[in-house]
């Protein structure tokens, strides 16, 4: 923290900037979002210089608007590090409910991860699509998408509970999402493998699946070694197409079973 403190003393000093300086910026950032949360005054200033004393989010924010710093970077200065923030997600597990993950990359950073151990001998050129790798080596980290343009596509969970495209796609499964692809495929598939699956939103929350659109009714399609039941929805009032799914890293345990269907 003291380390930090010095850093922000630092930039202080190189723009030539007077605690009373800081201050009475402050209160102009303070009086521009009506909060005075914002406000830093002398002695807690001296104090985050200083006595390594954590300054709260919004005089964080203040002094990065002061100094004109990237508030990463300073978050960094404190131990921080929020392109971890997706990697530390997946360590943790997300629920059985399947959603959108809302995390966004920011530049080069923000590379969500999944814990894992690759075999050195790996041609990462090779990797144009997951299935076989994942066969293979039973994880596979987000970052191998990384020659698809992350920037038009979104990642989803698939939650513990979500069997619909069990085995294609696993419960606790990642998914990356094409969100420019929308309409829904009629043909242009041989088999199971290449036919398109989709990510849909609906009244309760979101769902995974192969689909067929008939005029307004679209019927979500489950695989059927799930041994789950197609859905049919009024299109779009009641169900939307976020977008295809076109990537995927899931766990691959095998003395992991499924819960008996009752």
């Known amino acids: 923290m003291e380390d930090a403190g010095q850093k922000l003393k630092k930039r202080r000093e190189e723009l030539k900037l007077r605690y009373r300086d800081v201050e009475e910026l402050s209160?102009?950032?303070a009086s521009l979002h009506k909060n005075d949360e914002y406000l830093i005054a002398i002695s807690r200033l001296a104090d985050i210089e200083?006595?390594?004393?954590?300054?709260?989010?919004?005089?964080l924010y203040a002094l990065c608007a002061i100094y004109r710093i990237d508030m990463t970077e300073v978050l960094e200065w404190y131990g921080i590090d929020i392109t971890r923030l997706p990697g530390d997600s997946a360590t943790l597990g997300?629920?059985?409910?399947?959603?959108?993950?809302?995390?966004?990359?920011?530049?080069?950073?923000g590379e969500?991860?999944?814990?894992?151990?690759?075999?050195?001998?790996?041609?990462?050129?090779?990797?144009?699509?997951?299935?076989?790798?994942?066969?293979?080596?039973?994880?596979?980290?987000?970052?191998l998408l990384n020659s698809m343009d992350l920037k038009g596509h979104r990642y989803a969970y698939i939650g513990t509970e979500d069997?619909?495209?069990?085995?294609?796609?696993?419960?606790?499964?990642?998914?990356?999402?094409?969100e420019t692809k929308r309409k829904i495929a009629t043909s242009g598939w041989t088999n199971e493998f290449e036919r398109p699956i989709y990510f849909?939103?609906?009244?309760?929350?979101?769902?995974?699946?192969?689909?067929?659109?008939?005029?307004?009714?679209?019927?979500?399609?489950?695989?059927?070694?799930?041994?789950?039941?197609?859905?049919?929805?009024?299109?779009?009032?009641?169900?939307?197409?976020?977008?295809?799914?076109?990537?995927?890293?899931?766990?691959?345990?095998?003395?992991?079973?499924?819960?008996?269907?009752?």
């Open 27 to 29: 209160e102009k950032i």
């Open 50 to 59: 200083n006595k390594g004393i954590l300054p709260t989010i919004y005089r």
């Open 94 to 109: 997300a629920g059985q409910t399947t959603h959108l993950i809302r995390f966004t990359g920011q530049g080069n950073s």
């Open 112 to 143: 969500a991860l999944l814990p894992i151990a690759l075999d050195p001998g790996i041609d990462l050129k090779r990797t144009t699509y997951l299935s076989r790798m994942i066969q293979r080596w039973g994880k596979l980290p987000l970052m």
């Open 163 to 178: 069997w619909r495209m069990h085995p294609l796609v696993s419960p606790g499964s990642l998914v990356l999402i094409d």
């Open 200 to 262: 849909f939103e609906r009244r309760e929350g979101y769902t995974v699946g192969w689909a067929t659109l008939n005029d307004n009714v679209l019927i979500v399609q489950p695989h059927p070694s799930s041994e789950s039941s197609p859905e049919v929805f009024e299109f779009p009032t009641e169900i939307d197409v976020v977008g295809q799914v076109v990537g995927i890293a899931m766990r691959l345990d095998p003395g992991r079973r499924r819960r008996t269907r009752p």
